[in-house]
């Protein structure tokens, strides 16, 4: 197995081709990505990222890294409805599972004007913005890693993406090595352990 900043290191380089950019697989699938690491490095890899994205944004004119918090998004968009307070003031009065399903409801998830895939995908420029989403184990149970690439699966097909799944993904998505999320075989593994 390849050591954590090891695997981190070939980020880069492996974004910054230009074919990682634009291309599409042979049986003409999504530019989808996941770097699955371990539950426990969430804080190195979180550095990590953020020194990369702030690296190649300040050096390079042709590619730009969009990042996308989920659980930052979630927390916009609560806010902007003004149902921020209210969910606070439910988790503390019934608990944290009976949040879920109401802000599910506020986010729109999986239905047509999904708020959080509309706010990944509003301001893209094709074959130039690399996205990576992060904040996927802050933003569960709410808001499913499978769900958010199924429903952008159809909304962003001129855009790299890079999910940082802390977990296991084979052909299966383990959220913090124990939660199966659900089978999900369109994205390639991005940097192999």
Do not use: C, Q
Request: proline share 3%; aromatic share 10%.
């Amino acid at each position: 197995m390849m050591p954590l900043n090891k695997r981190l290191d070939l980020i880069e380089p492996k974004i910054l081709g230009e074919s990682f950019r634009t291309g599409r697989g042979t049986a003409n699938e999504v530019n989808f990505w996941i770097f699955d690491y371990e539950a426990e490095d969430e804080m190195v890899v979180r550095s990590h990222v953020d020194a990369l994205i702030d690296r190649i944004n300040s050096l390079y004119d042709d590619v730009r890294i969009v990042k996308y918090d989920l659980y930052d998004l979630m927390l916009d968009v609560l806010r902007e409805k003004n149902y921020l307070e209210k969910v606070i003031a439910m988790e503390e009065s019934k608990g944290s599972d009976a949040i879920i399903n109401p802000i599910k409801k506020t986010l729109r998830l999986t239905l047509d004007g999904d708020l959080i895939i509309g706010k990944i995908t509003k301001e893209l420029v094709p074959e130039r913005d690399v996205i990576f989403l992060t904040g996927i184990g802050k933003a569960w149970p709410v808001i499913r890693s499978h769900t958010i690439l199924n429903n952008l699966h159809s909304r962003v097909d001129k855009n790299a993406l890079v999910m940082f799944f802390p977990g296991d993904y084979t052909n299966e998505l383990r959220l913090f090595g124990e939660i199966t999320d659900d089978n999900y075989y369109r994205a390639f593994k991005l940097i192999e352990r």
